[in-house]
């Protein structure tokens, strides 16, 4: 499963990649046939009453990794920047979850509204292909993101690192202008992974040089709002949304 994660990323076309917060969304995901499936920190954390990005979700991302890999296609974990600052620890995390079965992980370099020293991520990096090098290591820097060093010259210098530590990837959330995007993807030898735009689809990115192309939070926040459209509609003795799956359907996600 990892050695096919891995080949979809070397397709002729940008691997779609969406990204679920619990098995139902995920089993939904895999029966529309998408060939991969991710997990949103945002949708995982938000799920459990927890805020995003501060390091407290990691037994409900472990938990929920263990159910995912029951899906029969490639899964991606987004672990943060991985729920510990100590490379073993890290380390550990990452080869745990690849005993079960995960394809790859997420490994964020944000910190709050700061970046974390490039070199401390280097040693997290290198922690986590000491200990599983199997698995598909996505490393994530928020240069655009946070708006810390947003540039292509601080972006490609913290790349260059984290490939050159293992990474298999790398994913700049933020990274919108077309003209970054290319300068971006020709300087790094490894997949380049941005997040969905509207204003550029598959097929342009692909033209840019882009690999992956994640949804991110975007399926966890378009179900918000349609939980609470339907809700409002409910109340206001108005019209249900179109195609809202049965009973059964759902249910038949996990048998």
Known sequence: MNTAFHALHEAGKPLLLPNAWDFASAAALAAAGFAAVGTTSLGVAAAHGLPDAAGLAREETIALARRLVRLPCPITVDIEAGFSTDPGEVGDLVAELGSLGVAGVNL???????????????????????????????????????????????TLERAWRYVDAGAGGIFV???AGEADI??????????????????????????LGVRRVSTGSLLFRAALHATVATAVAVRDGMPLPAGIPGYAEVDALSR
Do not use: C, M
């Open 108 to 154: 964020e370099d944000g910190r709050g509204d700061r970046l974390a020293d490039p070199l401390a991520q280097v040693a997290l990096i290198r922690a986590v292909k000491g200990r599983a090098p199997e698995v598909f290591l996505n490393a994530r820097t928020d240069t655009y993101w946070l708006s810390v060093d947003a540039s292509v010259s601080a």
């Open 182 to 207: 290319a300068a971006v993807t020709k300087a790094v030898p490894v997949p380049v992974n941005v997040l969905h735009q509207p204003s550029l689809g598959l097929g342009r990115l692909a033209e």
């Open 173 to 175: 959330p933020g990274l």
